[in-house]
T-cell receptor, first 109, second 115 residues
Framework: GQNIDQPTEMTATEGAIVQINCTYQTSGFNGLFWYQQHAGEAPTFLSYNVLDGLEEKGRFSSFLSRSKGYSYLLLKELQMKDSASYLCAVSGGYNKLIFGAGTRLAVHP | DVKVTQSSRYLVKRTGEKVFLECVQDMDHENMFWYRQDPGLGLRLIYFSYDVKMKEKGDIPEGYSVSREKKERFSLILESASTNQTSMYLC??????????????FGPGTRLTVL
């Protein structure tokens, strides 16, 4: 079957670093996406990894290990506005995405 | 600025009613998708379309149908709404699979309540 696992909830302090892990088992793999979703809003694209390694984009970085079926999203210098859900998704054929249930991150002062 | 719009943000319908959810994108994307999002379950794919008049079942198509008569518009139809279809419905679009990241762009969502 197809399965994507990520923690349900995480908390962190403003200014700190947090790592959100995602493990996956899927029948096809054309890349892994991370999306951010604020409460009541649409998901917005954060990052895409198709090759192993780290992709850095400002305060956000995403890592992929295809052999381990593992990815993480790293958020640095946390801000209150980073409180949101973070969705891990694996791309299959026709650009279909298989989503994990999401990780709700709460950033505290 | 790229845009995916959905016809309603909030909708309340009665059991047994036929419900139409409309989605329009202005990016000339080939692929369009309908998801529902429920707490603890994440986004689940209902149907998708990779071309006009083409449709494919997703993971949970039962109780739903779709229509894509024009490239920019993808409609989700609940033939006879039931209370277990109360959910947040999200539409998304993306370019062809041959493009680099194939990211999906999402609409604002329609929160449907079936009484």
């Amino acid at each position: 079957g197809q399965n994507i696992d990520q923690p349900t909830e995480m908390t962190a302090t403003e200014g700190a670093i947090v790592q959100i892990n995602c493990t996956y088992q899927t029948s096809g793999f054309n890349g892994l996406f991370w999306y951010q979703q604020h409460a009541g809003e649409a998901p917005t694209f954060l990052s895409y990894n198709v090759l192993d390694g780290l992709e850095e984009k400002g305060r956000f970085s995403s890592f992929l290990s295809r052999s381990k079926g593992y990815s993480y999203l790293l958020l640095k210098e946390l801000q209150m506005k980073d409180s949101a859900s973070y969705l891990c998704a694996v791309s299959g054929g026709y650009n279909k995405l298989i989503f994990g249930a999401g990780t709700r991150l709460a950033v505290h002062p | 600025d790229v845009k995916v719009t959905q016809s309603s943000r909030y909708l309340v319908k009665r059991t047994g009613e036929k419900v139409f959810l409309e989605c329009v994108q202005d990016m000339d994307h080939e692929n369009m998708f309908w998801y529902r999002q429920d707490p603890g379950l994440g986004l689940r794919l209902i149907y998708f379309s990779y071309d006009v008049k083409m449709k494919e079942k997703g993971d949970i198509p039962e109780g739903y149908s779709v229509s894509r008569e024009k490239k920019e518009r993808f409609s989700l139809i609940l033939e006879s709404a039931s209370t277990n279809q109360t959910s947040m419905y999200l539409c998304a679009s993306s370019a062809l699979a041959s493009h680099s990241s194939n990211e999906q762009f999402f609409g604002p969502g329609t929160r449907l309540t079936v009484l």
